[in-house]
């Protein structure tokens, strides 16, 4: 006896009164898989259900204790009366709950009844799993946004940097020509201040894949594709090849040759879409959204 469990002697007490899982439950107005989950052991009965259970078989609650049943009549009754002075009629199940497998006998612990009986406690459990999902879900969102505007705003100083750097280097090349060989120097200063008037945001704005970008490249994608009928033998494979080549080659030359138009027109126009390009990437936001 020292083995057994609670359930074992619930189920040993129902086997030997010839009693079904099933009529069980319906003495204590509870599920029969709840009656099935007590003698396998994977849940416990509360003490009030402990309490009928040893009404319905007649012997002491303790027995749910050490096993021991009272050696007669008169001992088994003391017992009883005494582990369970006055037996209180079982209450009204009112449902299970369809989270829990809880047995529900109080209205006040009914959540919602549709499209399923809820209890309270998973109810509140649900809702604070809810809360806890949508405060992840607007962390994990705050902390992309801050990764990209943050990244945005590094393509913004590399472009500054780089232009910098570029422009210091030239004021550095002019200086050691003006040393060289003195001429004008406020004409060549003249000529360098006009100079890092357009090249500065030009060289910056390279780097933000922006408006200016689309015009140094636009020379590229004035000719689009052309479409090529051929026939599926191997001569017509090879003349769709030796086309798209031909083309290919057309469209890097074109390139070519407008590149130095388009990188012109770029540099003219950068001091222009400088500013309020680099107001929106202080901002965090990419110029082409």
Not at 198 to 221: A, R
Request: aromatic share 10%; hydrophobic share 45%; charged share 25%.
């Amino acid at each position: 006896m020292e083995n057994e469990t609670v359930g074992t002697r619930i189920a040993t007490l129902r086997k030997n009164q010839g009693m079904t899982q099933a009529e069980l439950s319906e003495k204590l107005n509870v599920t029969y898989q709840a009656v099935s989950k007590w003698e396998r052991d994977e849940s416990l009965p509360d003490l009030e259900r402990l309490r009928e259970i040893a009404h319905i078989f007649n012997v002491p609650f303790s027995y749910f204790d050490d096993g021991k049943l009272p050696e007669n009549e008169q001992a088994q009754e003391t017992a009883v009366t005494a582990a369970a002075p006055a037996y209180e009629p079982a209450r009204v199940l009112l449902g299970v709950c369809t989270v829990c497998g809880k047995s529900i006998y109080d209205e006040s612990n009914i959540a919602q009844t549709s499209p399923a009986l809820v209890c309270k406690e998973c109810h509140d459990r649900k809702i604070k799993n809810d809360i806890k999902a949508a405060d992840d879900a607007r962390k994990n969102r705050e902390a992309n946004e801050k990764y990209e505007k943050d990244r945005v705003k590094r393509m913004r100083n590399r472009g500054l940097i780089t232009a910098g750097a570029i422009c210091g280097a030239l004021l550095i090349l002019l200086i050691i020509g003006l040393i060289q060989e003195p001429t004008d120097i406020g004409e060549a200063i003249g000529g360098y201040c006009i100079l890092v008037l357009f090249l500065f945001p030009f060289i910056s704005q390279l780097f933000w894949h922006g408006f200016i970008v689309d015009v140094v490249l636009c020379g590229g994608k004035m000719l689009g594709g052309i479409g090529v009928i051929f026939t599926l033998d191997l001569d017509g494979i090879i003349f769709l090849i030796v086309v798209k080549l031909i083309f290919f080659v057309i469209r890097i030359l074109f390139f070519l040759l407008t590149l130095v138009f388009f990188f012109l027109l770029g540099m003219l126009l950068s001091p222009f879409t400088f500013i309020p390009a680099v107001v929106k990437l202080s901002r965090g936001k990419e110029l082409d959204d």
